[in-house]
């Protein structure tokens, strides 16, 4: 069960759990703002509910009128949103990483609309419920008595509750934004170590065609010496992998002073021919650089980058050092330390690795030819490819732009922000709906007293201080409670956040600071109407 779970999901599994609870979140919040909704305009037809009791409508009816009103408003919620869905397949397999498991499964079939329409109906029944029980809780005279405060006060603080409620929402939705395109933005600013700018790779085997009926050294020379040739290459040279791909073999290294049966993992390792580094841009800073004369026969040297020396020997200069790299007591000379370079993904950072060269290494199985062009890289595609299809007949070479190799290891975290973005996008502006709804219902429903005020002296910016002050309470209530449960929740981003703490102080402020924005502009206009009318009037007309 285990095997089977490993290679359907694989190492998605917690990254679609991250899309499952912020789409959870963001149906929690849509419920919420529905109820509260649902609430205000019930409230202001609670003498309609009033006058029904009182003429004998018993509460159960007056409940199953409010739930059927709610269950249509659910139907015709999840009609529209079905509607939606089906261009929001259509962008998520459009962004969508191809390294998310069973992409072509992802469809609209009946399965998917009949739990739609399940979810539709019982957050509709479930949203009813809220005013239904609250309206018909007490005796029917309570709603028909004016001015009676017994009745709205408990429906207005649980309104407030839901109101506070999906600001909190929507906090955790924006921080969990904030946090992936803040790491997101850090990766693409990270230096890969290379020079990527007119770079091309070529993935070629080796053991086809004609190349495969040479030896290794001279398979390769033959390769690179046909590179050379094409109009445009500027240099050519081999690896067994490149940057933002997967090593091709991975060392153990055991160290001068470690015990005999100590072997050190996760070193990444490369055979490389003469002018590597110079093709792809990586700098030696220090020792010297692999050249012809390290061929077979002669001692075992390597390269070592600035990981090797900071993980493996504490910062300690390792040029003449002896390392044991196998069990067959085979041991090299490490002659030089390289600059790091991304061994597959920026968010993984960099890693130890050793550099061999490709004449002192046996049983590679693939090559992947390096080419600096002189022209931009795509004008250069079609004729190297013409040279690989010559080199191996009847089989096509990998030929990609190393900026293209590059933006594809991006490919998982932008979807990553872009789709988190898009829900917290969504449950800020549901946050700022249903707060501009409760000030505007509360704005309705206070115009006598705020007539008084106006009448007795007080001006337009009082009204408006009072008005703006209490949304700023209700938003302010639920950013205290929804910052705690961001601080708790941002953890389970930290697997996918890269130069960035999951409790980055500044991601938090930013993301305090347009929710109050956003608390203020959806306050503002209920604010301006409050003081829109004249007091006279409406003392009259109340």
Known sequence: MNGLQAQTVGANA?????????????????????????LARSLDRSKEFGVRMALGAGRVRVMRLIICETGILAVAGGTLGVLMAY????????????????????????????????????????VGLLPALGLTRGGPWQPLQVGAHSFAEPTSRLRSVLVAGQMTMAIVLLTGAGLLFNSFVRMRAVDPGIDADRLVTLTMPYKDAAIGRLPLPQAWDSVLDELRAVPGVQSAAGTTAVPFQTPFFSLRAQLPG?????WRTGIGGYAITPGYLETMGTHLLRGRNLDRLDGPGKEPVA???????????????????????????ERVRIVGVVEDVIQQRAEEGFRPAMYVPYTQTSGNTFVVAVVRTTLPADA?????RAVSARLIPGRQPDVRIMRDRMASTLT????????????????????????????????????????IRMALGANRADVVRMVLGRGLRLSMSGLAVGAVAALLLSRTLRA????????????????????????????????RRATGADPIIVLKTD
């Open 258 to 262: 470690d015990p005999p049966d100590t």
């Open 496 to 527: 996918f956040l890269y130069g960035v703490d999951a409790h980055d102080p500044a991601t938090f402020m930013m993301v305090a600071v347009v929710l109050v924005l956003v608390s203020l502009a959806a306050s503002m206009l209920p604010a």
């Open 380 to 384: 250069m595609l079609d004729d190297l």
């Open 14 to 38: 917690q990254v679609l759990g991250v899309f499952l609870g912020a789409a959870a979140l963001l149906l929690v919040l849509a419920a919420m703002n529905a109820a509260a909704l649902l």
């Open 303 to 329: 390269l070592v980058n600035e990981s090797f020396v900071r993980t493996q020997l504490d910062g300690i200069d390792p040029i003449g050092m002896v390392v044991r790299v196998t069990e067959n007591d």
């Open 412 to 451: 998982a975290p932008r979807f990553r922000a872009m789709l988190i973005g898009a829900f917290a996008v969504a449950a800020t502006m549901l946050a700022a709906v249903g707060l501009y709804a409760a000030m505007a219902h509360f704005v309705e429903r206070r115009r006598r007293e705020l007539g």
């Open 87 to 126: 261009a929001g397949v259509e962008a998520f397999l459009r962004f969508a990483p191809s390294s998310m498991p069973r992409l072509q499964a992802i469809v609209l079939d009946a399965r998917v609309l009949t739990m739609t329409a399940a979810a539709s109906i019982a957050a509709g029944i479930a």
